[in-house]
Antibody, heavy 121, light 107 residues
Framework: QVRLVHSGAEVKKPGASVKVSCKAS????????IHWVRQAPGQRLEWIGWINTRNGDTKFSQKFQGRITISRDASASTAYMELRSLRSEDTAVYYC??????????????WGQGTLVTVSS | DIQMTQSPSTLSASVGDRVTITCRAS??????LAWYQQRPGIAPKLLIY???TLENGVPSRFSGSGSGTKFTLTISSLQPDDFATYYCQQFNSYPLTFGGGTNVEIK
């Protein structure tokens, strides 16, 4: 079955960067694109961006343009999300989630367990 | 950006109740809407996509309807496992956006 396993929790200082990984198993990695979604404490879910795992094309929310990188290592079946210039408002659980393989279906079928990123001085 | 508004934000109900949650989009999104269930401390789970298509393995007591700007999620007979927060999400256009959530709590 599809499984997405995140890297562990992170504590960062304001201005630092964080890189979260999402290792996929149970399917062919290039079959599904991977989205990143975050959830700040008590807040709604927020879409960050998406990567086409076949060719590496990406799409981002304009809110994160300039400080986000989403990448993948197909040989390791792993996707990465790097967020730079962290501020306290970036404190959240960061999730990876697959699409359905049909890239026009931009909803989230399988989810990882999430990585808590805490930004604090 | 398309704004998604859910109502109510909190709903108190009992086991066996029929429950309806509404989601409105700030512009027409056709049927490009999904619903998720989230329990505390756990990742969301896909329930319904394209407004009314049930995801594999989701109990048939869940149903979705609507198109354009107004959508509903109905739970026909609330079960103990269903006490959770529910989110709608539009996938008509980027950026993908979610509703604010509806917390279904025990009455």
């Amino acid at each position: 079955q599809v499984r997405l396993v995140h890297s562990g929790a992170e504590v960062k200082k304001p201005g630092a960067s964080v890189k979260v990984s999402c290792k996929a198993s149970g399917y062919t990695f290039s079959s599904y694109g991977i989205h990143w979604v975050r959830q700040a404490p008590g807040q709604r879910l927020e879409w960050i961006g998406w990567i086409n795992t076949r060719n590496g094309d990406t799409k981002f929310s304009q809110k994160f343009q300039g400080r986000i990188t989403i990448s993948r290592d197909a040989s390791a079946s792993t996707a990465y999300m790097e967020l730079r210039s962290l501020r306290s408002e970036d404190t959240a659980v960061y999730y990876c989630a697959t699409d359905t393989g049909n890239y026009s279906d931009k909803f989230f079928q399988h989810w990882g367990q999430g990585t808590l990123v805490t930004v604090s001085s | 950006d398309i704004q998604m508004t859910q109502s109510p934000s909190t709903l108190s109900a009992s086991v066996g109740d029929r429950v309806t949650i509404t989601c409105r989009a700030s512009q027409s999104i056709g049927i490009l809407l999904a619903w998720y269930q989230q329990r505390p401390g756990i990742a969301p789970k896909l329930l319904i996509y394209k407004a009314s298509t049930l995801e594999n393995g989701v109990p048939s007591r869940f149903s979705g309807s609507g198109s354009g700007t107004k959508f509903t999620l109905t739970i026909s007979s609330l079960q103990p496992d269903d006490f959770a927060t529910y989110y709608c999400q539009q996938f008509n256009s980027y950026p993908l956006t979610f509703g604010g959530g509806t917390n279904v709590e025990i009455k």
